[in-house]
């Protein structure tokens, strides 16, 4: 008989979503420097008000299940900023929450289907499409990189997704930014590192 695929329940993903937090404030100069090279500069400062909030919401969650948790987290990044990417951060998550549902805990399957959703859903609201260079080749990246994942190897999903996200900003660093604010500096933006997907990246990283 063989052994359940791995999963992640709300303990799990409560822990998880504490990590991303402290990478958030961590990284947040890097990103406001990034973000001060294609746009207003205040991707860090917006991250960092992302970070507290959803926090607070780890402190105080009574969720059983992962899908209630996200949307507690989406709801939180809602209130931190009016800006671009902090609207796409917290549609991202109530994606992933409608996603996740009902479910106990999500296996590999599950992240696959979710990222899947959160790409598309992302896309219809911000109109950016693959290979416009920003956070939405990142998770395309993980997303095709988790599908050749074992099941039930779950310590090799963060390690699979921090490669995919980091050979994504090697791919698309060579490439101008088309879509955003980001592509009024045309081709001065080649060589330059997508703000959110470094931020992608960093999430990831602190799984």
């Known amino acids: 008989m063989s052994a359940a695929p791995a999963s992640v329940d709300v303990t799990m993903l409560s822990a998880a979503l504490a990590r991303c937090c402290d990478a958030l404030e961590a990284s947040a100069d890097e990103f406001n420097r990034l973000d001060a090279q294609l746009g207003d500069g205040d991707l ?3 991250l960092s008000r992302c970070a507290t909030l959803v926090r607070s919401v780890l402190a105080s969650s009574t969720a059983a299940t992962p899908g209630p948790l996200l949307k507690a987290a989406a709801q939180a990044c809602a209130k931190a900023s009016g800006s671009s990417f902090g609207t796409l951060l917290a549609l991202g998550l109530l994606t992933a929450s409608r996603t996740a549902g009902d479910r106990e805990s999500l296996d590999l399957d599950a992240w696959v289907a979710l990222l899947a959703e959160v790409q598309q859903t992302l896309s219809a609201r911000g109109g950016a499409k693959p290979g416009d260079k920003t956070m939405l080749d990142s998770l395309a990246a993980i997303q095709a990189a988790l599908q050749t994942c074992e099941p039930d190897d779950r310590t090799a999903w963060a390690h699979i997704a921090v490669n995919a996200a980091a050979g994504a ?3 698309f660093r060579p490439q101008p930014n088309r879509i955003g604010r980001a592509r ?3 081709e001065r933006s080649i ?3 997508d703000p959110g997907m470094v931020a992608v990246l960093r999430l990831v990283q602190a799984l």
């Open 184 to 186: 009024m500096f045309g």
């Open 44 to 46: 860090g400062v917006t």
């Open 169 to 171: 900003l090697d791919t």
């Open 191 to 193: 060589g330059l590192d």
